[in-house]
Antibody, heavy 118, light 108 residues
Framework: QVQLQESGPGLVKPSETLSLTCAVS?????????WGWIRQPPGKGLEWIAS???????YYNPSLKSRVTISVDTSKNQFSLKLSSVTAADTAVYYC???????????WGQGTLVTVSS | EIVMTQSPATLSVSPGERATLSCRAS??????LAWYQQKPGQAPRLLIY???TRATGIPARFSGSGSGTEFTLTISSLQSEDFAVYYC??????????FGQGTKVEIK
């Protein structure tokens, strides 16, 4: 059974960088799937942030591209997200996910709430 | 950007009744559409992909249809565990995925 687990600070100060990691178990991150991050502000809908392939190919939401970096560590079977210059608008539950290639998400992490506040 | 519009925003249905949810794309996405179910405090769960293919373990009462710009998710006989928020997602325009704003199915 594939499992994804997000980790990282639950509170980030405005203008700082949000950093999250997703540990993958039950599958190899080099298995041929894409891996991504999706967020959901409290009480709102879903927004795709970024995705990565194990080869290192990266894909970003154009609206966030200037502030986002996604990376993969195949040795640790995990991938990470960095979002810089955060504001209160970046407060959200952040989900990591396994993508069926460039298509849909077939496995989700449980999500982690990140609050941007001083 | 492809805009996905779901309707209605809220659907009130009695247990055992049929629920019909709509999702419209601002331009044709062929059949590159997925549906997800999200319950409070949980991550979304994949229900349907390819507009009409049920994901593994999804009950037959869930069905999807449509192509191009108009799509429908039908729940044939609502069970108590089906009351949730449902999202559609297009993946035709990779890497610019977009989601609909969601339809909440509530108990009437």
């Amino acid at each position: 059974q594939v499992q994804l687990q997000e980790s990282g600070p639950g509170l980030v100060k405005p203008s700082e960088t949000l950093s999250l990691t997703c540990a993958v178990s039950g599958d190899s991150i080099s298995s041929g799937y894409y891996w991504g991050w999706i967020r959901q502000p409290p009480g709102k809908g879903l927004e795709w942030i970024a995705s990565i392939y194990h080869s290192g190919s990266t894909y970003y939401n154009p609206s966030l591209k200037s502030r986002v970096t996604i990376s993969v560590d195949t040795s640790k079977n995990q991938f990470s997200l960095k979002l810089s210059s955060v504001t209160a608008a970046d407060t959200a539950v952040y989900y990591c996910a396994r993508q069926k290639y460039s298509d849909y998400v077939d496995y989700w992490g449980q999500g982690t709430l990140v609050t941007v506040s001083s | 950007e492809i805009v996905m519009t779901q309707s209605p925003a809220t659907l009130s249905v009695s247990p055992g009744e049929r629920a019909t949810l709509s999702c419209r794309a601002s331009q044709s996405i062929s059949r590159n559409l997925a549906w997800y179910q999200q319950k409070p405090g949980q991550a979304p769960r994949l229900l349907i992909y390819g507009a009409s293919t049920r994901a593994t373990g999804i009950p037959a009462r869930f069905s999807g249809s449509g192509s191009g710009t108009e799509f429908t998710l039908t729940i044939s006989s609502l069970q108590s565990e089906d009351f949730a928020v449902y999202y559609c997602q297009q993946y035709n325009n990779w890497p610019e995925w977009t989601f609909g704003q969601g339809t909440k199915v509530e108990i009437k």
